[in-house]
């Protein structure tokens, strides 16, 4: 149990489908992050949220759409996706401020676009 | 050519054995993790350092600057300890997080 709780852990969808990953935190932390993980490459942050606030958006095409209603909660709209978005995304948090200290992850949620 | 690069891709050893897992890196960083990445997809922190040398049970981490260059070893190493191993580190730069693509091991019985 690593305090960061991601649902569904698994998710096909077709490329008109829309869907959305979600992601809980129970650690009292004020930042949280998206990662894209694909197969043989390094993580990719895809955005950051610090207290509610996006601040930061790695050129991730709009088709990912995240929504932070509050700082325990982190959402990714998925819609019109490509087979190549296929990939695990990875929630993650972190204490106090952005880019600082020790990431706690989820367990993920492996995504299949058809 | 990556930030930072990990050797080797791929380890296979015999229960037992002392595994090393190697890191180097080619920017200046304020601080280097480790993480342990199992099949299910989660991953979990295993050190965070910016300096010398830290344990945790069978697990070593350490880090030289000067050289750029970090060693996870693993001593007396089980099945269990079969996963991704992730070397990461924030750049002194502008503060973000650089992966490498992990070392894959296998632990044997």
């Known amino acids: 149990e690593t305090g960061v709780t991601q649902t569904p852990r698994h998710l096909v969808m077709g490329m008109t489908n829309k869907k959305s990953l979600k992601c809980e935190q129970h650690l009292g932390h004020n930042a949280m992050y998206w990662y894209k993980q694909s197969a043989k490459k390094p993580l990719e942050l895809m955005f950051v949220y610090s207290l509610e606030e996006r601040v930061e958006n790695n050129s991730v095409p709009s088709r990912f759409s995240p929504e932070c209603p509050n700082s325990s909660h982190l959402f990714l709209h998925l819609h019109t996706l490509q087979p190549e978005d296929s990939a695990l995304y990875l929630c993650?948090?972190?204490?106090?401020?952005?880019?600082?200290?020790?990431?706690?992850f989820g367990e993920g949620s492996r995504l299949t676009v058809l | 050519k990556n930030e930072v690069e990990q050797s080797p891709q791929n380890l296979t050893a015999q229960e037992g054995e002392f595994i090393t897992i190697n890191c180097s890196y080619s920017v200046g960083i304020s601080a280097l993790h480790w993480l342990q990445q199992h099949p299910g997809g989660g991953i979990v922190s295993l050190f965070m350092l910016s300096s010398g040398k830290k344990k945790h049970g069978r697990l070593i981490a350490t880090i030289n600057i000067q050289e750029k260059h970090s060693s996870l070893h693993i001593t007396a190493s089980h099945p269990r300890d079969s996963a991704v191993y992730i070397c990461?580190?924030?750049?002194?730069?502008?503060?973000?997080?650089?992966f490498g693509t992990g070392t894959l091991l296998a632990v044997q019985p």
């Open positions: 990461a580190v924030r750049s002194g730069a502008t503060n973000k997080l650089i």
């Open positions: 993650a948090s972190s204490h106090n401020r952005v880019n600082t200290g020790e990431l706690f």
